[in-house]
Nanobody, 122 residues
Framework: QVQLVESGGGLVQAGGSLRLSCAASGSVFNINAMGWYRQAPGKERELVAVIPSGGATNYADSVKGRFTISRDNAKNTVYLQMNSLKPEDSAVYYC????????????????WGQGTQVTVSS
């Protein structure tokens, strides 16, 4: 079993900052890409940022220059630093990761966190 647990969401005023964290635990053998998605009410879930195990990060155009994704491989954790937040950034943010387990070291599955609410007031 693998779990992704997010933390760090909350209520912030426009222009403020928040830092989201997502830690993978359980039978983790290796983690490939890790990323953040978000879903606002009435909208589809969209990619915010992704960081592969090696290589360049990728961001949605709407967050470039304001959000920074990073990861700590020793802690199996991915972070999302969000600066200059706007009301349109309000959404439930979900952590996502491609993980192989000790039971299937060569087989990767996609895992999701439970989501954390980010609300930006104007």
């Amino acid at each position: 079993q693998v779990q992704l647990v997010e933390s760090g969401g909350g209520l912030v005023q426009a222009g403020g900052s928040l830092r989201l964290s997502c830690a993978a635990s359980g039978s983790v053998f290796n983690i490939n890409a890790m990323g953040w998605y978000r879903q606002a009410p009435g909208k589809e879930r969209e990619l915010v940022a992704v960081i592969p195990s090696g290589g360049a990060t990728n961001y949605a155009d709407s967050v470039k220059g304001r959000f920074t994704i990073s990861r700590d491989n020793a802690k199996n954790t991915v972070y999302l630093q969000m600066n200059s937040l706007k009301p349109e950034d309000s959404a439930v943010y979900y952590c996502n990761a491609r993980i192989s387990t000790h039971y299937r070291p060569n087989g990767y599955g996609t895992y999701w966190g439970q989501g954390t609410q980010v609300t930006v007031s104007s």
